[in-house]
């Protein structure tokens, strides 16, 4: 019986293997991976002092009253707070996105599960480093609850994904052989 349960490893993991084709071109594997690394370069540069919250308070709040009208300061500090974080949340709900297509054209036999598990490491991955890089700038905080954030926008991102494939093409979701 083990042997069975062995064998099967082996040939989920030879499965595995011969996904990753590297007679592919790199103008392929660049099509694949490039949306991952340019969304990493926009998390870098979004993650320099230059966009931190005393940076971007003024264009925000400019942009936000002539959408709205005037806010108090305080209602203010409120509503910059929830702007950065749903920045957050998407920002990295569209990583996520990004790590998950790259992970699926890469892994094409793996089902969807394990290739939404990698882009969500990829970005836990992205966005740890991120705050680790924010807490050495004097006007950033780098925060673990950020992280978490972040991850949940990659994951709920990854489950409308997810929910558009199945209801509108269940066939994609198959593929697993």
Wanted: charged share 15%; glycine share 8%.
């Amino acid at each position: 019986m083990r042997a069975i349960s062995d064998f099967a490893k082996l040939e989920r993991l030879r499965r595995l293997d011969s996904d990753f084709d590297s007679t592919h071109s790199l103008r392929y594997w660049l099509r694949i991976w490039l949306p991952v690394v340019l969304w990493i370069g926009v998390i870098a540069l979004e993650s320099t002092a230059l966009f931190g919250a005393d940076k971007t308070s003024g264009p925000l709040r400019w942009l936000y009253q002539s959408a709205f009208g005037p806010v108090s300061n305080g209602q203010w500090d409120v509503i910059h707070h929830y702007i950065r974080k749903t920045g957050h949340f998407l920002g990295y709900g569209m990583i996520g996105l990004a790590w998950l297509r790259a992970w699926w054209m890469t892994l094409p036999r793996t089902p969807f599960i394990v290739n939404a598990i990698l882009a969500v490491l990829g970005t836990g991955l992205v966005a740890s480093a991120d705050e680790l890089h924010q807490s050495f700038l004097p006007n950033r905080t780098g925060l673990p609850s950020d992280v978490l954030l972040d991850c949940c926008g990659a994951i709920v991102l990854q489950l409308a994904v997810y929910i558009v494939i199945r209801a509108f093409r269940s066939d994609l979701l198959a593929r697993a052989a």
